[in-house]
C-alpha cells in the first residue's frame, strides 16, 4: 500500500518568513495529493490539493509543486501570519482501486508574532 | 448541507464497555472513511466503503473493531470491549465517487477509555 512520509515534523518560523513542508510517497499510481490544516481541537480542512497532470499550483500566499518522477511534493507557505499556525497533513490516494488517502505524519508550524 | 456530522462529540467509558461511534455523510457522497487520530500514529485509515460496501478494512486493528454502513446516509465504528489504549480521535470522513478528490471531515468524537 501507499506509505508517506512527511518532514519536518515541527518547524517554527517567524511572522513574514516562508514555511516548506516536504512529502515523499512510495505507490507511483498515486494521483491526487492533498493537504490538510488541522487547528488545535477542530478537524483536518483541505486548504489545497494538486493532481499528477499538473507540476505547481498556486493560491494566494500557498503554492504547492509536485515532481513525480522523485515522488515527492511540498507546501510553501510565504508570508506567514500568526493564524498559519496549525498541523499540516500531506496525503496521497494510493492505486486506483483504494482510493482511500493516506496521510503524513504531520508538520506542526509555529508562527512567532 | 451540514457536512459531516458525528456523533457524540465525547465520549468517556470504562474498560471492557462497548462503544458505538455514528457518522452521517455528506448527502450524495458515496465513499465514507474511518480515521483514527493519536500522537504517536497520527491519521490511521481504519476502513472505507464505497456504496456502502467496505473495499478496505486493513487498517482496523483488531477483531475488537466493527464498522457497518446500513444505507448511503450511516455509518458505525463499534469497539467491543474497548481497552484504554483505543483512546483517541476518531474522524468519519467522506467524499463524492468518480474521481480523485477531497476528503471531508466530521468534527470527531474524541473517545476517552478509562
Known amino acids: 500500500g501507499e506509505n508517506v512520509e512527511q518532514h519536518p515534523s515541527t518547524l517554527s518560523v517567524q511572522e513574514g518568513d516562508s514555511a516548506v513542508i516536504k512529502c515523499t510517497y512510495s505507490d507511483s499510481a498515486s494521483n491526487y495529493f492533498p493537504w490538510y490544516k488541522q487547528e488545535l481541537g477542530k478537524r483536518p480542512q483541505l486548504i489545497i490539493d494538486?493532481?499528477?497532470?499538473?507540476g505547481e499550483k498556486k493560491d494566494q500566499r500557498i503554492a504547492v509543486t509536485l515532481n513525480k518522477t522523485a515522488k515527492h511534493f511540498s507546501l510553501h507557505i510565504t508570508e506567514t501570519q500568526p493564524e498559519d499556525s496549525a498541523v499540516y497533513f500531506c496525503?496521497?490516494?494510493?492505486?486506483?482501486?483504494?482510493?482511500?488517502?493516506?496521510f503524513g505524519s504531520g508538520t506542526r508550524l509555529q508562527v512567532q508574532p | 448541507d451540514a457536512g459531516v456530522i458525528q456523533s457524540p462529540r465525547h465520549e468517556v467509558t470504562e474498560m471492557g464497555q462497548e462503544v458505538t461511534l455514528r457518522c452521517k455523510p455528506i448527502s450524495g457522497h458515496n465513499s465514507l472513511f474511518w480515521y483514527r487520530q493519536t500522537m504517536m500514529r497520527g491519521l490511521e485509515l481504519l476502513i472505507y466503503?464505497?456504496?456502502?460496501?467496505?473495499?478496505?478494512d486493513s487498517g482496523m486493528p483488531e477483531d475488537r473493531f466493527s464498522a457497518k454502513m446500513p444505507n448511503a446516509s450511516f455509518s458505525t465504528l463499534k469497539i467491543q470491549p474497548s481497552e484504554p489504549r483505543d483512546s483517541a480521535v476518531y474522524f468519519c470522513a467522506s467524499s463524492p465517487t468518480g474521481r480523485r478528490t477531497e476528503a471531508f471531515f466530521g468534527q470527531g468524537t474524541r473517545l476517552t477509555v478509562v
Open positions: 466503503f464505497n456504496n456502502n460496501v467496505p473495499i478496505d
Open positions: 496525503a496521497a490516494d494510493g492505486d486506483t482501486g483504494r482510493r482511500a488517502l493516506t
Open positions: 494538486i493532481r499528477s497532470n499538473v
